[in-house]
Structure formats: C-alpha cells, structure tokens
C-alpha cells in the first residue's frame, strides 16, 4: 500500500507539518517519492508514525523517542534500556504532580479569599508575601 502525506495524517491523527518535523528530525524515514515528487509511505512509516504519537501521547521528548525506536528496530535487545528511559520519565513526572499539587494547594489557599476590600484581599497578600519570603530565604 502507498500512501499520501494526507493519507497518512488521516490514519494518524498527526498533523501534516508534524510529519513533515519528524522526517526533517529524522524520526521518520525520508519517504519514497513519486516522479511528481509527492511523498509517498507504506504500512511501516504508518506503524513507526503512530509509535511516535502515542510515545508524544504520554509526554516523552523527542530524544527519548528517537532512543526507543532504536530499541524497537533491534527486537534482539534486551529491554532494560527502554524501562530504564521509561523510569527517567515517569519521575520527571511525579515531579510535575508533586510541583502542581504544591500549585494547587497554594492556589486553593488564596482563592478562600472573602472578598473583603483589596487593601484586605488574601489572594493579594499571598502574592505580595510571596515574594518577601523568597528575597528573605537568599
């Protein structure tokens, strides 16, 4: 089977200017092209460009996904290196729960505000305080 470009999204869900990104940061192979220069892809480019969605999907950078199709064109290796990948991002994301439950609560705070006068306004002194406390901690 042959593909367009815009068959390709279709079947996707990845945008064209997205696809044409992937090949130009070699995440997906230069595709074959017609006499008229229209790109064209196969089942394979379909199954590595929706590899690449899904792995964008779930937050990891393009680095890691470039490692991890490695590991999926060598189905011989061990695949240790991609939990170890996988470990890597999954604290980057417990970092990024942790620091937005910090946000959340900080917000949750401010927001008990009721609704007094500004000169009395919690969310302002909050925000004011903010930033003495961390001049202070320096």
């Known amino acids: ?23 130009q940061i070699g995440l ?13 892809y196969g089942p394979a480019e379909v199954r590595r460009l929706n590899f690449i969605r899904h792995a964008r999907e779930l937050g990891f950078e393009v680095d890691a996904i470039r490692q991890l199709l490695g590991l999926a064109d060598d ?21 990024k729960i942790a620091r937005l439950t910090a ?9 008990a505000c009721d609704n007094r006068l500004v000169s009395e306004c919690r969310i302002i002194e909050v925000l004011a305080d903010h930033g003495q406390c961390e001049h202070a901690k320096h």
């Open 1 to 23: 089977m042959n593909f367009a470009i815009g068959d390709l999204s279709r079947l996707t869900g990845v945008k064209i200017p997205t696809i044409r990104y992937y090949e």
């Open 28 to 40: 997906l192979p230069s595709p074959v092209r017609t006499e008229g220069q229209q790109r064209r």
């Open 75 to 95: 189905p011989t290796r061990c695949c240790g290196e991609a939990h170890e990948i996988t470990r890597a991002h999954l604290d980057e994301v417990n970092d």
């Open 103 to 111: 946000l959340r609560d900080e917000l949750e705070t401010m927001v």
